[in-house]
């Protein structure tokens, strides 16, 4: 049971990536479902979250219609899809199957010109 992500890499600002995160072991589509990320020598925050239903949706209030998260449970997935990058969103992103308690080992998004 584990949850694997992918995706990040360096861009420059006002890029876009989209992460995924590939759910193995369990049903991603029956579980709420989020991405955290975290900077060295800060704590780990919730960047966005969808219910098992996919119909209830929470981001970051910095990442508000910048970023969508999205599943695709016939593959298991579910992605976060990042516009107009900020500097300030380089971190490692985590994928997160809250009810579970799992964690993916993270993916580095860099930021930067």
């Known amino acids: 049971v584990q949850v694997v992500e992918s995706g990040g890499g360096l861009v420059q600002p006002g890029a876009s990536l989209r992460l995924s995160c590939l759910a193995s072991?369990?049903?991603?589509?029956?579980?709420?479902m989020a991405w955290y990320r975290q900077v060295p020598g800060k704590a780990r925050e919730a960047v966005a979250a969808?219910?098992?239903?996919?119909?209830?949706?929470n981001y970051l209030a910095s990442v508000k219609g910048r970023f969508i998260i999205a599943r695709d449970s016939a593959k298991n997935m579910v992605y976060l899809g990042m516009n107009n990058l900020k500097t300030e969103d380089t971190a490692v992103y985590y994928c997160h199957a809250p009810g579970l308690g799992l964690w993916g080992e993270g993916t580095l998004v860099i930021v930067s010109s």
């Open positions: 969808i219910s098992s239903s996919g119909v209830t949706t």
């Open positions: 072991g369990f049903s991603s589509g029956s579980n709420r």
